[in-house]
């Protein structure tokens, strides 16, 4: 399997086991995406996606109808997405990806949690030559269509990466698919067009090189993580340290 595949399925192992905290993830990008292009999902592809996201994720309905409605709510805050990139203890690349109203209070929330914790933030765009951004479609396989054949009408989208997989709690088969991150509306469209049906879709940042650290050097960039990962205003942190084996 890919290195992409690899990577990713070893970070969600250990990623958003909160489910709530799941739901406020997708809800934040469900309101910027409502906000950006209106909140009729036909005329939204943007917004489309992130509602099958939150089928997949079981969001319930209501809370995802209050996420729309919160794009017009003009107390509501006028969420951006920000990112932060620095360097961890014993030199392992964090990428944060985060949505605020407040770029102040997460900057200076963000630079606490890297100095306490042995790393240090860097400027934006400082780390981004470290990682592939990338679009990750998962979608279920199409009568007729072989994961060659698909391989090659996609080739022209960037797409570089595709797995056969078993969904682990339907047992159903899946196809994950990897793109050019500036791809992404137009292999949403074509998978659209084609009748395929998508489970779900992201924007994923895999690290070009897995950095090995001792259980020692792994505990003390694990607590830096999970500090960042449980503020409120990020959606998402990226690493290039590799994972444990099974």
């Given at each position: 399997?890919?290195?992409?595949?690899?990577?990713?399925?070893?970070?969600?192992?250990?990623?958003?086991?909160n489910?709530?905290?799941?739901?406020?993830?997708?809800?934040?990008?469900?309101?910027?995406?409502?906000?950006?292009?209106?909140?009729?999902?036909?005329?939204?592809?943007?917004?489309?996606?992130?509602?099958?996201?939150?089928?997949?994720?079981?969001m319930?309905?209501?809370?995802?109808?209050?996420?729309?409605?919160?794009?017009?709510?003009?107390?509501?805050?006028?969420?951006?997405?920000?990112?932060?990139?620095?360097?961890?203890?014993?030199?392992?690349?964090?990428?944060?990806?985060?949505?605020?109203?407040?770029?102040?209070?997460?900057?200076?929330?963000v630079?606490?949690?890297?100095?306490?914790?042995?790393?240090?933030?860097?400027?934006?765009?400082?780390?981004?030559?470290?990682?592939?951004?990338?679009?990750?479609?998962?979608?279920?396989?199409?009568d007729g269509?072989?994961?060659?054949?698909?391989?090659?009408?996609?080739?022209?989208y960037?797409?570089?990466e595709?797995?056969?997989?078993?969904?682990?709690?339907?047992?159903?088969?899946?196809v994950?698919l990897?793109?050019?991150?500036?791809?992404?509306?137009?292999?949403?469209?074509?998978?659209?067009?084609?009748?395929?049906?998508?489970?779900?879709?992201?924007?994923?940042?895999?690290?070009?090189?897995?950095k090995?650290?001792?259980?020692?050097?792994?505990?003390?960039?694990?607590?830096?993580?999970e500090?960042?990962?449980?503020?409120?205003?990020?959606?998402?942190?990226?690493?290039?340290?590799?994972?444990?084996?099974?």
């Amino acid at each position: 399997m890919g290195r992409a595949f690899e990577y990713r399925k070893a970070r969600k192992l250990k990623r958003w086991g909160n489910m709530s905290r799941t739901f406020t993830r997708i809800g934040k990008e469900i309101t910027i995406a409502a906000k950006a292009g209106g909140p009729d999902p036909a005329t939204n592809p943007r917004l489309r996606a992130l509602m099958q996201n939150a089928k997949a994720a079981n969001m319930p309905k209501d809370t995802v109808e209050r996420a729309i409605k919160k794009a017009t709510d003009k107390d509501a805050g006028d969420y951006k997405e920000i990112t932060y990139e620095g360097y961890g203890p014993h030199g392992i690349a964090i990428f944060v990806e985060a949505a605020t109203d407040n770029n102040t209070r997460t900057v200076a929330n963000v630079r606490s949690y890297f100095t306490k914790h042995g790393g240090s933030l860097g400027t934006q765009g400082s780390l981004t030559f470290l990682f592939d951004h990338k679009s990750v479609f998962k979608i279920k396989p199409k009568d007729g269509v072989g994961l060659e054949d698909l391989e090659l009408e996609l080739i022209d989208y960037g797409v570089d990466e595709l797995e056969d997989i078993v969904d682990d709690e339907t047992g159903e088969e899946q196809v994950i698919l990897y793109g050019a991150f500036e791809e992404y509306a137009n292999i949403q469209k074509y998978l659209e067009d084609n009748g395929f049906e998508i489970i779900s879709s992201e924007f994923e940042r895999i690290p070009n090189d897995l950095k090995d650290v001792t259980p020692e050097q792994r505990a003390a960039i694990e607590k830096l993580l999970e500090r960042i990962e449980e503020d409120e205003d990020v959606q998402n942190v990226f690493h290039n340290m590799r994972e444990e084996a099974e």
